[in-house]
Nanobody, 123 residues
Framework: QVQLVESGGGLVQAGGSLRLSCTASGRIFSSYAVAWFRQAPGEERDFVAAIGYNDGNTYYADSVKGRFTISRDNAKNTLYLQMNNLKPDDTAVYYC????????????????WGQGTQVTVSS
């Protein structure tokens, strides 16, 4: 079993920054890859970024490349998403998740999810 809890969301103006955190418990955190997804109202849950279990491999959606950075601190059982130069289109609920297999970019391939944290970017 894996439990994931996100935090750090909020309201920010366009061009601003936020850092999301996801604290994990249950299975040994350093043994699995993790990822961030986001879901806007009325939209599907979309892949944002993923990172391998040892921080060696990262993947990003084209829409966030160069603006978002995924990282992890295995000693703190925590996943991060640094979001810079935020745009109104980034407004969504952001989720962290653990995949069944890695790499994976489809929500269907993830079996554990956090409850989500709201990010709202005003224009």
């Amino acid at each position: 079993q894996v439990q994931l809890v996100e935090s750090g969301g909020g309201l920010v103006q366009a061009g601003g920054s936020l850092r999301l955190s996801c604290t994990a418990s249950g299975r040994i955190f350093s043994s699995y890859a993790v990822a961030w997804f986001r879901q806007a109202p009325g939209e599907e849950r979309d892949f944002v970024a993923a990172i391998g279990y040892n921080d060696g491999n990262t993947y990003y959606a084209d829409s966030v490349k160069g603006r978002f950075t995924i990282s992890r601190d295995n000693a703190k059982n925590t996943l991060y998403l640094q979001m810079n130069n935020l745009k109104p289109d980034d407004t969504a609920v952001y989720y962290c998740a653990k995949p069944r297999l890695y790499p994976a970019v489809r929500a269907h391939d993830y079996d554990y999810w956090g409850q989500g944290t709201q990010v709202t970017v005003s224009s």
